[in-house]
C-alpha cells in the first residue's frame, strides 16, 4: 500500500464538523475501494482541506472522494515517512 496527501481546495469556511462529517463519509466507504484515510486537516481561511490516506492507488483514493461529494484537486503520493 502507498501513502497519498490530497488537497482540496475551495472549501473557504469549513466548520469542524463539516470536515469532520466529510472525513467520516470517508471513512464509511473507503473499505470500497481498499483505501484508509487515517487523517484530515483544514484551514477555513484559505479553503485548503489535506487529507492523509493510504491505499492501492491515487486513483482508489479519489473514487471515494468522488462519491462521497468532495473531489480532490490534488493527490500526491507520500512515499517516504518517519
Known sequence: MANFMDIHHGMKGITQEQLKEAH???????????VHFARAWADPDSGDVFCLSEGPSAEAVQRVHERTGHPADEIHPVPLTV
Open 24 to 34: 467520516q463519509a470517508d471513512l464509511a466507504i473507503e473499505s470500497q475501494e481498499g
